[in-house]
């Protein structure tokens, strides 16, 4: 699995690609634009730790045609945070991949938390047209009743003035 959560690699359908849904040309921060030497220049790391990370499972970019790491912007940002985590936090590669693999499963399982409430949402809505649609079928002849109350009233005849 990589890192970043994402599916196949470049160039296959489903995968990052750079094939964004607004046509060949929009570029977003998933697009592997840069190669290695950009993205070491970047990120302030030497290629080859980039190299490393690619084959720790820290970072994994895309690749070309050629079989060339292709990274994007928010590769680069995750090479920033690797790096930070090890420096300014004291914390080991096998602990920062361990990080990452938490990150992108709370970053999924919030995703699918917003897929269910969109589903519920929208279940919702079906369920009020539905029931508005019921509404309308009433026969117009029919009146509703409503429940009266529930007091209860003694009724005693008046005696006569011979009773």
Known sequence: MRADGGGPRG?????RGGLGPGGPYELNDVT???????????????????????????????RAAGRGRRYSA???VQLREVQRLSQEEGINLAGI?????????VEALR????????????AGTVQAQREA???ASYRRDLVRVQ?????LVVW????GRGD
């Open 11 to 15: 160039g296959v359908p489903g995968g």
């Open 32 to 62: 592997p634009v840069y190669v290695i030497s950009v993205a070491a220049q970047l990120s302030g790391l030497h290629p080859q730790t980039l190299r490393q990370y690619d084959r720790l499972g820290l970072v994994s970019p895309d």
């Open 74 to 76: 928010r590769d680069i």
């Open 97 to 105: 991949k361990r990080i990452l693999e938490l990150e992108n499963h």
């Open 111 to 122: 995703m699918r938390v917003a897929e269910l409430e969109a589903q519920v949402a929208e």
């Open 133 to 135: 649609a019921v509404h």
């Open 147 to 151: 429940p009266q109350g529930t007091a």
């Open 156 to 159: 005693r005849p008046k005696r």
